[in-house]
Structures are given as C-alpha cells and as structure tokens.
C-alpha cells in the first residue's frame, strides 16, 4: 500500500498496488525452479539457478500522471496502474518471471490489433479451439510436440478448413495423481480437478485437508487456438460439428485414439470487449504454469530439455498480416518487441528482498526508502 496525492485537491489516498502483488508471487513461485536447478550437478542448470534467482531484483516503475489527476473514488482506492519502466531480466526459458513478461508483451500486441482486425473484417467471428492428445512421458515431450505441429499443419491445409486467420498457442501442463481420503481419483490436470472440487463442494462435506496430490513423469500437451471465420460459417455448408472437428484432427494428427477436442464460438457482441480479451488471454498465456515447473526436479529437467527452441505461439492467415510472427519471436527470444518508449510520470521503484521474499518499495517520486 502508498499514499498518493490523488484528484484536484491531491488528498492522500491509500492504494494497493496490485501490479507488484502477482509479480511478488511469480518471484517467490520462481524459487523453487531456482531449487531443482542448483541441485543437479549439471553446470547448465547450475547456470540457470543462479540467472534465475537474480532475476528482477528492481521494479523501476512510473505512475501516468492521468493517473494523479483523476478524482479518488473515496478514502481507500483498491488500485492504481504502474507502467514498467525497466528491470534487468536473465532471459532464461523456465524462468516464471520471464516467462509472465514474454506472455504480457505477446498480449499487449494482440489486444492492439484486434480493434483493427474488427474494424477491417466486421462480418468476421471467432472459435476458441482446444486440441489435445494423450499424455506422454516427460522425457518423450518433444517428439510427440513435433507430430502434434504436423498434424496442425495439415490441417490448416485440409480443404474444410473453416479459418482465414488464427492464433495458436502451445501448453504443457503436468497431471497429478490425486487422492481424498488416501483414496485414488485418477491422474488429472488442474482444471480436471478444480471441477471435481467444485462438484464435491456442492455435494457437501469436503475438507480440503483430506485431499492430497503427487507429482507424476507425464506431461500434457495441448493446442488452444483462436480461429477467425466468416459469419457465413455458422449457417452454410463449412461448418464442422464437435465430432467434426475430433475426427479432422484425429486424421491430421494421425492418432490412433479418439482426442478430446473442444470448440466453442466467441460470443459475436462482446467479440471486441470482455469474451474477446478472455479469449486472447486464454490463448496467448504461460506455456507452463509455475506450480507444474516446482512440482518435481526430474520434469523440470525433462521439460528444459524437451521445449528447447520450441516456439510456442504463433499466427497465420490474415491475422499475421496485423501481428507480425518475426515480432512475435522477438518477444519470445528478448523479452522486448522492440517498440518500447520511455514513459513519463511519477518513479516508483521496489526492490526485491530475499529475507522478506518480497518486493519492498524503495522508492516513490523524490521520497526514498531504506529496505
């Protein structure tokens, strides 16, 4: 929490600063990757823990000054926006921190081109499409992300293909075993088992004390993708089914099994407002989620291995023509999309302390602070 001299009157405001809070929490998360790699005799890895552990040590931020002029809504503001300024990153791939900069960069140039993609193709709507195969062994992730990239690839050029443009996105996810009451559920990913949370809540009767989850050597890997199709889509002769588009991406990605496949259409109102933005979000996000990456040494090893040079995101059709995939890889590759300009307005510098393991402002406009 600050004091900030808000409105006219420039009365002081308490305000949270939020910004700070989730990259406070992506820090800590990161100390466990920091873990698992100093703890393997592997000097690459040694390498890594060190790059990682003195990532971000500096959040050189500024507040707009728009930002100082608006009226306060009352005594106590629940937030108020910073723009980065700098921080010194180490660029490696599993690094969390890193890894929340490329995808916060990567959202920013989609959230920038979707007002123009609707203004010049307004008859256009969008599918959210998640495609997925069965789990494999960690250590065979890579080949199985290759078959996976074909498969996409014929796909797309399969005569039914509805799409003029997408966004494609790649997620690794891990699926734990999990137990109630020492007894086994199954191997679910995150969300499988938030469901069944959900459901036993209703039911009644959970304790969370009882529930218990163990890391497992199997990796998920899925596609989620945002596809842009015509109107004329929904009411003519290309339009694919649910079981449709499972058995398109069976054939194209040769599997041997029924995939479970999700599609679902972007509601046509909100396409430029809320369900839009959440689809974007949906799409371009963490490759894998920090929690997965602390879960276990061994697959965060095999994860290093496996993903190396593996581009996650990508666009096609008439959407690379308002995103640029060289920007794209850009972002992935420097953590910059080389646009960037220097903001002004009011410093406000934290500063990491491992003994608090937190940010701890040093710093607001000509005010310092010891931390």
Not at 65 to 73: C, M, N, T, V
Not at 332 to 358: C, H, L, M, Y
């Amino acid at each position: 929490m600050i004091s900030l001299p808000l409105g006219e009157g420039g009365k002081l405001v308490e305000c949270r600063i939020t910004q700070v809070d989730r990259v406070g929490a992506c820090k800590r998360a990161s100390l466990k990757v920091v873990e698992y790699y100093a703890l393997s005799e592997d000097k690459k890895y040694q390498r890594y823990a060190e790059k990682i552990l003195n990532c971000s040590p500096r959040l050189e931020y500024v507040i707009p000054p728009a930002e100082l002029q608006r009226p306060s809504r009352h005594e106590y503001d629940s937030s108020i926006p910073l723009e980065l300024q700098h921080t010194s990153r180490c660029h490696t791939r599993n690094c969390p921190m890193c890894q929340r900069a490329r995808v916060d960069k990567m959202r920013a140039k989609m959230f920038q081109s979707m007002p123009r993609i609707k203004q010049d193709y307004p008859d256009y709507r969008f599918l959210f499409l998640t495609l997925t195969v069965v789990n494999c062994n960690i250590w065979n992730l890579g080949l199985v992300i290759q078959l996976m990239q074909k498969g996409w690839n014929r796909m797309t050029q399969r005569v039914v293909w509805p799409a003029e443009g997408y966004i494609k996105s790649l997620e690794v996810t891990m699926p734990w075993d999990c137990y109630y009451e020492d007894e086994y559920l199954g191997r679910m990913g995150k969300k499988s088992l938030d469901n069944w949370v959900e459901r036993r809540k209703r039911q009644g009767g959970f304790r969370p004390g009882l529930l218990r989850t163990e890391a497992t050597d199997e990796a998920h890997p899925h596609i989620h993708a945002l596809l842009m199709v015509p109107s004329s889509y929904f009411g003519g002769d290309s339009y694919l089914s649910q079981e449709q588009w499972t058995q398109l991406w069976r054939d194209c990605a040769r599997l041997d099994y029924k995939p479970i496949v999700n599609v679902k259409a972007v509601k046509p109102d909100t396409e430029g407002g809320s369900e839009g933005a959440r689809s974007v979000l949906e799409v371009v996000k963490y490759t894998t989620k920090p929690e997965d990456m602390a879960a276990s040494a061994e697959w965060l090893y095999g994860l290093t291995e496996q993903m190396y040079k593996v581009r996650a995101v990508s666009v096609g059709g008439v959407i690379a023509d308002y995103v640029s995939q060289a920007v794209l890889n850009r972002i992935d590759d420097s953590i910059t999309a080389g646009d960037e300009q220097r903001r002004v307005g009011t410093p406000v510098v934290f500063e990491w302390v491992p003994r608090k393991e937190n940010y701890v402002m040093a710093q607001v406009g000509d005010i310092f602070f010891e931390v």
